[in-house]
């Protein structure tokens, strides 16, 4: 009987502000204080650093020649054509927020985020291969062809990853992960920019 009446007590008078915060208070006989002012947000938010909002795959055909404008390519032309693997990454640099990014009204939470942007963008080497290559009889393989190639083929990936919207992505996940960080800090509302 009497340890009901004490959950009780505890119950009602925790219930108010945050069960799990004071309940944990009162078993450790610690307060647990977080720091809602607009400076402390931005520093917990900078401290996400460069948030990687999504992670875009793609495999590309690349190909890649030198040809000579007088002889036929059979005798000096050098032609590669690579299977290319890469991913680019996109997200928001979140060391760019300033004090003025956030703005705190009681437990409501207004936040502009920085633009997004390709963060990276790579190849990925175990899994692009050289399809095809074939050289003129009268000249030895280009040593710079194959690399050529594959910084074409990054331009490209990055170039397609555009155009299927990555940044409009990337600014979706920033935001969804930036609200559920806020709201696990304890805001109600939080509108996120």
């Not at 050289?130 to 594959?150: C, F, I, K, M, W």
């Not at 299927?164 to 806020?182: E, M, Y």
Request: net charge negative.
């Amino acid at each position: 009987m009497i340890l009901g009446a004490l959950l009780f007590s505890v119950f009602t008078h925790t219930a108010r502000a945050g069960f799990s915060n004071r309940l944990a208070g009162i078993l450790t006989g610690r307060d647990l204080h977080l720091d809602t002012s607009s400076p402390g947000i931005v520093n917990q938010i900078r401290q996400l650093s460069r948030l990687e909002a999504v992670d875009y795959s793609i495999d590309k055909v690349v190909e890649g020649d030198r040809s000579n404008p007088y002889l036929p390519n059979f005798l000096v032309g050098d032609k590669l054509l690579l299977i290319a693997h890469g991913d680019v990454i996109a997200g928001v640099d979140l060391s760019q927020m300033a004090e003025a990014d956030v703005y705190v009204q009681g437990d409501t939470v207004h936040v502009r985020l920085p633009q997004p942007q390709i963060l990276t963008s790579h190849i990925d080497n175990s899994r692009t291969r050289v399809y095809s290559r074939s050289t003129g009889l009268l000249v030895p393989a280009d040593p710079n062809l194959e690399s050529q190639v594959r910084q074409t083929a990054e331009q490209q990936f990055i170039q397609a990853a555009l155009a299927d919207g990555i940044l409009d992505k990337a600014r979706q996940n920033a935001r969804s992960s930036v609200t559920a960080l806020l709201k696990a800090v304890g805001f109600r509302q939080v509108d996120v920019q």
